[in-house]
Nanobody, 120 residues
Framework: QVQLVESGGGLVQAGGSLRLSCAASGSISRINDMAWYRQDPGNQRELVATISRGGITNYADSVKGRFSISRDNAKNTVYLQMTSLKPYDTAVYFC??????????????WGQGTPVTVSS
């Protein structure tokens, strides 16, 4: 089994910054893609950013130029640096990872979510 533990969420004023972290632990052989999603009540969970093991990144149009995703493979950790935060960024943020354990099978895991609230 694999667990994803998130931290860094909280309350911030518009224009401010936050850094989210998500560390994977458990029976891990290799982690492939990692990603951040967000979800507001009444809406579908949406993709915010992805990063491959080699560092190739992709971003949703709504966060391009403001958010930056990165990872530390030695720590099995993915980060999301958020700057110039807007009220519409308010949501619960989830990390996601594709992990290979002791078998040949890749499995997808989710964190529990960390809330981010941006005040106007």
């Amino acid at each position: 089994q694999v667990q994803l533990v998130e931290s860094g969420g909280g309350l911030v004023q518009a224009g401010g910054s936050l850094r989210l972290s998500c560390a994977a632990s458990g029976s891990i052989s290799r982690i492939n893609d990692m990603a951040w999603y967000r979800q507001d009540p009444g809406n579908q969970r949406e993709l915010v950013a992805t990063i491959s093991r080699g560092g190739i990144t992709n971003y949703a149009d709504s966060v391009k130029g403001r958010f930056s995703i990165s990872r530390d493979n030695a720590k099995n950790t993915v980060y999301l640096q958020m700057t110039s935060l807007k009220p519409y960024d308010t949501a619960v943020y989830f990390c996601n990872a594709e992990v290979r354990g002791s078998t040949w099978v890749w499995k997808n895991y989710w964190g529990q979510g960390t809330p981010v609230t941006v005040s106007s």
